[in-house]
């Protein structure tokens, strides 16, 4: 992997490969959809690795810094960096670029080493980021920080390679049950109890359904590989099982436990349970149907709580295992400086505010967002609503899968994730092993 340069370990070898491997990947990757003075990337001798000499907050003196974020996340973006300049010597300059350009505008940018100081990338991309030396080395800042051991670990994680951490979170969305508490009450269901394993998620549905009319017991996107991750995976994870083997090259979706998931998606394909599209749904339209208050329960991202009608009474609930259990898929986005910036330590008094207990409670969770810090789960702002809280208690439950093949792999819209979600919950599910051996032929690639 090449040397190292001093005490930052800032890899020479992984910053030549900017212009090679990593803009070779990212320009593939963006077909699809869901991440100094010198190379330590300091401009002091503080470094992006270490506390150095501006300790764990980094450096406020007047800086102006570049900061790049995709579309999809530009309200909380915007958020965080107008309260950040309001309050500090430092300017944060922030671009925001189209969802789907930004992967080749990341990778354009880490060829010419014009990346700016901060960028964040969703999640699941993150890997490919770390491994092809984009961003700089944060470990010994993340670990200085005293609430380290709250922060989303699975973003911690995503972005941890060869044992040194990247990254840390920006902005979260949860994967969990909206479950609607009129229907409930309709169908003579306690709407305070909502599914705590799959077979009552399965129940529950088939008592909604059974008011009839337009009212269906559960919608999910069968067209569409990043809702399949992001709604089937959780049931997989809260029977404490994987859904990829640790470095990402190998599927294990033919589980026995995987395939209870499937049957029972299935089961509400066949007994007509599910509301009308679902077959065709690519994720456009996905979370638009349950706001119409015709859906009994159904996975959801979280962040579209704040988005729900006024008058819809709808319940929060984690996504359950097929015999119990609670899982989220942990995505948004992570962040972290580029491995060329000049001013790491400007970067990171960014960075480590955006983590800290004003930024967190009075911008984050007042603006209904997930916080990135699981002591701060219960907040004044959550407190006003059981639902916020229980989501945010859901991050210390989640997992964000680590694959450096997830795009051409579970979002191509032709990858073989897609394939087999649609055999499992559209055909017999006879195809889902040698679909999952399609899985992990696309992984190891």
């Not at 950040?84 to 430092?90: E, F, L, P, S, V």
């Amino acid at each position: 992997m090449g040397s190292t340069t001093g005490p930052r370990g800032i890899r020479r070898g992984r910053l030549r490969r900017l212009a090679t491997g990593a803009v070779a990947f990212l320009a593939a990757a963006s077909l699809v959809t869901a991440c100094g003075s010198g190379d330590d990337g300091s401009d002091d001798g503080g470094g992006s690795g270490g506390g150095g000499a501006a300790g764990v907050t980094g450096k406020d003196d007047g800086a102006t810094l570049t900061m790049w974020t995709r579309a999809a996340t530009r309200p909380q973006s915007e958020a965080l960096v107008k309260a950040y300049n309001a309050g500090h010597k430092n300017r944060i300059d922030l671009t925001v670029i189209p969802t789907d350009d930004y992967q080749a505008k990341v990778g354009a940018a880490a060829g010419s080493k014009d990346l700016p100081d901060l960028f964040a990338s969703d999640v699941v991309f993150v890997p490919n980021y770390t491994s092809s030396g984009l961003f700089a080395d944060l470990t010994d800042r993340i670990d200085a920080l005293p609430f380290a051991d709250s922060l989303a670990q699975s973003h911690i994680k995503a972005g941890t390679y060869e044992d040194r951490k990247y990254v840390v979170p920006h902005t979260l969305d949860l994967s969990v049950l909206f479950y609607n508490k009129d229907l409930y009450r309709q169908a003579k269901l306690d709407p305070e109890k909502p599914p705590t394993t799959l077979a009552e998620w399965d129940r529950q549905a088939r008592a909604v359904d059974a008011l009839g009319g337009d009212v269906n017991g559960t919608f999910f996107g069968g067209n569409c590989g990043g809702c399949g991750v992001f709604t089937w995976w959780p049931s997989i994870w809260a029977a404490g099982e994987d859904v990829l083997n640790k470095d990402g090259t190998e599927a294990t979706l033919d589980s026995a436990t995987a395939k209870k998931v499937y049957d029972t998606y299935r089961g509400w394909v066949d007994d007509d349970i599910v509301a009308p599209g679902a077959r065709d749904e690519t994720g456009a339209t996905w979370t638009g149907v349950f706001p119409k208050g015709k859906v009994g329960v159904m996975p959801m991202p979280s962040t579209t709580l704040g988005l729900m009608p006024k008058d819809l009474d709808l319940g929060v609930a984690p996504i359950p295992g097929p015999d119990g259990g609670r899982s989220t898929f942990v995505g948004g986005d992570a962040i972290g400086i580029s491995a060329t910036s000049k001013s790491a330590d400007q970067a990171w008094n960014f960075l480590s505010w955006s983590l800290g207990d004003q930024a967190q409670v009075d911008v984050v969770a007042a603006h209904k967002d997930v916080v990135a810090r699981t002591d701060l789960a219960s907040n004044k702002y959550s407190k006003a609503d059981p639902r916020l809280v229980a989501i945010n208690q859901l991050v210390a439950d989640g997992r964000t899968p680590y694959a450096l093949k997830f795009g051409q792999t579970f979002n191509d819209p032709n990858g073989p994730w897609l394939s087999l979600m649609r055999d499992a919950a559209f055909g017999d599910g006879s195809d889902v092993d040698k679909d999952n051996d399609a899985v992990s032929a696309s992984l190891a690639d």
